[in-house]
């Protein structure tokens, strides 16, 4: 076994998850992570904890939502009361094949996710943590090879994350404090937006590993783009104004919407996404000009 698979384990199970003697864990993970699977149970052991392991296999999922009617999805009470006696659930992410659920029809998907937010609720309520494997086809979807994504993923889990919690403790010292953000790009991206109240976070690693991200979020109708000109049509200007423009005025209901059917997080990172794009554009024009 890579001994990097076996330090990847001791990391979730030490500092992301603090497992001690007695502790019931929840492991989940797909069978092309096994190796890190396997490394889990033995750390878990070795703590003197007690674990229980979930396949997490997308075919299986992909069969279950295929032949399931939509209206017939329901929370998996069983998989709830699991997790109401667990103390830490761990789960990994890899794939066999990214694409695996994207003959899925999205409303089923959706509803099969807000049918299990009673089941997301508990699981939040735990020491948990959401990890990452590199896998082959992960590292396809990266457009990596095989070894360079290996490297990538463990160069970014395995370190000192005590060093780099410090360290990232300085930016929130800066970011915490502060009204307003200002992002600005040479002579076509500039985009202020209020954090005025908002919380910074330090993500440590203790949830998401890796983690090593400073983060807060903008209040809602405070995103303002400057930049780009009122009378810019097409091409990346155009586009760019489009969606900085959208966002300050859609952004509230989408985010309800998305965090009704997924979750915040994931509400928030299409957000931010579209504010990136936006400036992506507008630094393409820039280069252009």
């Known amino acids: 076994m890579d001994p990097r698979i076996r330090e990847h384990a001791e990391i979730v199970v030490d500092h992301s998850t603090g497992v001690g003697p007695g502790d019931n864990v929840v492991i989940s993970a797909p069978s092309v992570a096994e190796d890190l699977a396997v490394a889990l149970h033995e750390t878990v052991g070795d703590r003197g ?18 032949s399931i009617d939509t209206e017939e999805l329901s929370t998996p009470t069983h998989a709830e009361a699991l997790y109401e006696e ?13 694409t695996e659920q994207s003959d ?108 090593g991200e400073v983060f807060t979020a903008p209040v809602v109708d405070s995103v303002v783009m400057d930049a780009a000109p009122d ?5 990346d200007l155009g586009a760019a104004r489009g969606l900085f423009l959208t966002t300050n005025a859609a952004g509230p209901g989408v985010v309800g919407v998305l965090a ?27 280069l252009r000009a």
């Open 49 to 66: 904890a007690t674990p229980v392991h979930l396949a997490n296999d997308g075919r299986a999922q992909r069969a279950y939502l295929r």
């Open 260 to 286: 009704q059917f997924y979750s915040y997080t994931v509400a928030f990172w299409v957000l931010a996404g579209t504010i990136v794009l936006a400036g992506l554009l507008l630094t393409r024009q820039y």
């Open 86 to 98: 667990s103390d830490v659930l761990i789960r990994v992410r890899a794939e066999a094949n990214a």
């Open 104 to 211: 899925v029809p999205p409303e089923k998907q959706a509803a099969h996710s807000k049918a299990r937010q009673p089941v997301q609720e508990v699981a939040l309520s735990k020491r948990w943590c959401l990890t990452q494997f590199p896998s082959q086809a992960n590292a396809q979807l990266a457009g990596m090879s095989t070894e360079g994504y290996e490297n990538f993923v463990w160069d970014a889990i395995n370190k000192d994350w005590a060093a780099q919690r410090e360290h990232q403790s300085r930016m929130v010292d800066v970011l915490d404090p502060a009204s307003e953000v200002r992002i600005k790009s040479g002579e076509v991206t500039d985009v202020t937006m209020s954090v005025d109240g908002m919380k910074t976070l330090n993500d440590y690693a203790e949830k998401n590993l890796p983690g």
């Open 231 to 235: 009378g810019s049509v097409g091409g």
